[in-house]
């Protein structure tokens, strides 16, 4: 959004009372350009312990094909770490597996669903993030 149209948002949202100025503030998202890019992978956590890549699998593929799943393991004691990624051949089945399965209850366990960032080994991840003018930034995390 640019600065101006955030201005006569702003103003517009601006309520003037004689004693007192109240101002509201909005938050927009980001523009598509600065998101990452789709990798076909969603992030799922809240994963109970008894959860394996084959319950995961049944619960997903209801949605579309989904090309790999995979759990995280603890090294030492070999129990789940309680999130794994489920990989689908297109955006739309996995838009519609997030939007459907975020916050429902699998084995008696709400998952958490987001997009998964592509992890480059070395390199720092970069989320775009809103300035407080409302600009869209990058910080590197």
């Known amino acids: 959004m640019d600065r101006g149209l955030m201005f006569l948002v702003r103003r517009a949202l601006t309520v003037r009372n004689p004693n007192q100025t109240f101002s509201l503030r909005c938050f927009c998202s980001p523009p598509m350009s600065l998101s990452p890019p789709f990798n076909g992978k969603l992030f799922v956590g809240g994963?109970?312990?008894?959860?394996?890549?084959?319950?995961?699998?049944?619960?997903f593929s209801s949605f579309g094909e989904v090309t790999e799943v995979k759990i995280l393991y603890d090294k030492d004691s070999g129990r789940s770490r309680g999130?794994?990624?489920?990989?689908?051949?297109?955006?739309?089945?996995?838009?519609?597996?997030?939007?459907?399965?975020?916050?429902?209850?699998?084995?008696?366990?709400?998952?958490?669903?987001?997009?998964?960032?592509?992890k480059v080994r070395g390199a720092p991840v970069v989320v775009p993030r809103l300035s407080s003018n409302g600009d869209a930034t990058s910080l590197k995390r």
């Open 47 to 59: 994963l109970s312990w008894s959860v394996d890549e084959k319950s995961l699998q049944d619960a």
């Open 83 to 118: 999130f794994g990624f489920v990989c689908f051949t297109n955006q739309a089945d996995a838009t519609c597996a997030k939007d459907a399965m975020d916050g429902k209850a699998l084995l008696g366990r709400p998952l958490r669903i987001s997009y998964a960032l592509e």
